[in-house]
DNA sequence: GTCTATACGAGGATAGAC
DNA sequence: GTCTATCCTCGTATAGAC
């Protein structure tokens, strides 16, 4: 089936971020993978600013309808922050990286309405993050020694700095593997 | 007292790699904040890639110096993991990240040759960080649950997130001491 | 060592035909 | 919607004078 051409373009795209970054791409690539001329995508994102804050939002979007899926699976909080790790071994193995990490490395080069988009994919993800945490407090699957919101941010950032991390190896998935491995046991395993 | 040419570029491109990133600066960036003209520039640096190789090197060795600075303090090791730490917080109100981290996103855009070099920083610092890690263990200052490798590589993971976290936080330093501090009181609060 | 001048390609963007 | 043609700026790099 064939997709329209926006969605072709915003996935080759998102591809390019998340694998070289903000600078580091641009419409001649895509256009080149597309199969259309540099000025056509123009027609659809009339700036580079409008296509990446689109693609942000998009991203968001996903993000969270996958969060929602998880949650209403029926399996154990334990289960559920798997499966949300997971989520960061995805595209791994072609490089990528979360598109909304790549993008706080470029993130002073960025204007301010995709500074806002990104800032608003990190507050959704950290609450839905807490949320999931709270629900394993109160289930005894694990005990929280601090606020659930500060537990998140700090394995947000585990996640974020495993994926960079993971590039300079020569296998980058088992990379990430062997470091959320063992957060995972550290965090599900039985508790401190 | 006045510095040389050369020292003076790695200084001014040091900060702009570490806030934009690779793909987003230039020769007529540093030229401009030097106070030569862009030509000048490649007297020193015949390419931008001996410029930037010859940046993640300089790095290294730095952090080398301050590394051995710290273990030769005569500090406990709970004392030695937290100046380690403080040393990621330095640029940060400048929304200066550490030169590699960032460079881990440029990854793929980068030739082999600063690949390695990038390669070989991490190296260092997880070796470093594992042998306090286990120096810790000896003295009983911690218990560690797994390798000492394995935990390094988790620290240096989180300290390289929490760098990207806290830019898009409105106090970048204190959103880092909020996942840190936290992060430290785990290591080095009673153990699990 | 630093300058001016310049080459050359790439990047983002627009106008107007089809 | 997509194309060709074109603009203009920026980025890396070199040659050669001072």
Not at 53 to 75: F, M, P
Not at 80 to 105: H, P, S
Request: hydrophobic share 40%; glycine share 4%; with cysteine.
């Amino acid at each position: 089936m064939k997709q329209n051409t926006a969605q072709q373009i915003l996935d080759v795209a998102q591809s390019m971020v998340r694998n070289r970054g903000y600078s580091a791409f641009s419409y001649a690539d895509i256009a080149q993978q597309v199969g259309i001329r540099k000025a056509s995508i123009h027609y659809h994102f009339p700036s580079k600013d409008d296509l990446v804050k689109e693609l942000v939002k998009r991203y968001r979007e996903i993000l969270e309808s996958k969060c929602r899926q998880i949650e209403h699976k029926g399996i154990t909080p334990q289960e559920q922050l798997r499966e949300f790790v997971n989520l960061y071994k995805d595209g791994l193995q072609e490089n990528q990286i979360c598109l909304c990490g790549m993008l706080t490395a470029d993130f002073v080069v960025l204007n301010s309405e995709i500074q806002a988009e990104i800032k608003n994919f990190f507050a959704v993800t950290e609450s839905w993050l807490a949320r999931l945490l709270h629900r394993g407090c109160e289930t005894q699957a694990w005990q929280c020694n601090q606020s659930v919101e500060v537990e998140a941010r700090i394995l947000l950032s585990t996640l974020q700095g495993a994926q960079l991390l993971a590039r300079v190896a020569a296998d980058s998935t088992s990379a990430f593997e062997q470091i959320t491995g063992d957060f995972l046991k550290d965090k599900l395993g039985n508790q401190r």
